[in-house]
């Protein structure tokens, strides 16, 4: 079992909730990074870099961890989505993804700050929104205010209901960690889940 502290790059709640299920100790940290996608860089590309410098900006405060980096970027018909931030850009968000398919790169980077060894690894799930009115995007904003999610929408919670269809591996990923990639990159650094 390996003995290096475990340290979650990222302040999201969502994130360290998923994380506690796992039933091992770590700690978070704030990564504090420009989340801004580069020119002509992919949705698939954006969440991978950010991952890994999630990582990488940790791991100079703790240079003996094993360091979680995770990133999610949406993808609606060639367009990013990123986080609304206030309920107008929330509103557009929805409004634009009615009816249609919205397409969520969750990646996931683990580095060996020790070593400098780091994995990495995307998950893609797929959601199909609901046609909604206006009126119902408007009582759904209101009620969650999901203003700090990728896609304006929460799906372990209220957000469900905007939700016609989920396709993907693991629906932890869509939450914001993919549990299934990070046990299996944990047990190659030695460290055993079960």
Request: overall charge negative; hydrophobic content about 40%; some cysteine.
């Amino acid at each position: 079992m390996s003995s290096q502290p475990l340290i979650l790059a990222s302040t999201s709640i969502y994130r360290s909730q998923l994380l506690s299920t796992l039933q091992i100790p770590f700690q978070t940290a704030a990564p504090d990074v420009d989340e801004t996608p580069l020119p002509g860089e992919s949705a698939e590309q954006t969440s991978l870099r950010l991952s890994r410098v999630k990582a990488q900006v940790v791991a100079e405060r703790f240079p003996d961890a094993l360091i979680i980096g995770s990133d999610q970027v949406a993808l609606l018909e060639g367009k990013q989505l990123g986080k609304p931030l206030n309920h107008d850009n929330a509103v557009k968000q929805l409004r634009s993804m009615r009816g249609k398919v919205v397409t969520f790169f969750t990646a996931l980077s683990l580095l060996n700050a020790a070593t400098g060894e780091m994995q990495t690894d995307v998950d893609i799930t797929r959601v199909s929104f609901r046609d909604l009115s206006d009126d119902a995007i408007e009582r759904y904003l209101l009620k969650e205010q999901p203003y700090h999610c990728a896609g304006s929408a929460k799906s372990e919670g209220l957000g469900i209901a905007l939700i016609g269809r989920i396709e993907g591996n693991d629906p932890n990923a869509l939450i914001g960690l993919p549990l299934i990639l990070l046990v299996g990159m944990l047990e190659k650094q030695g460290v055993r889940i079960l």
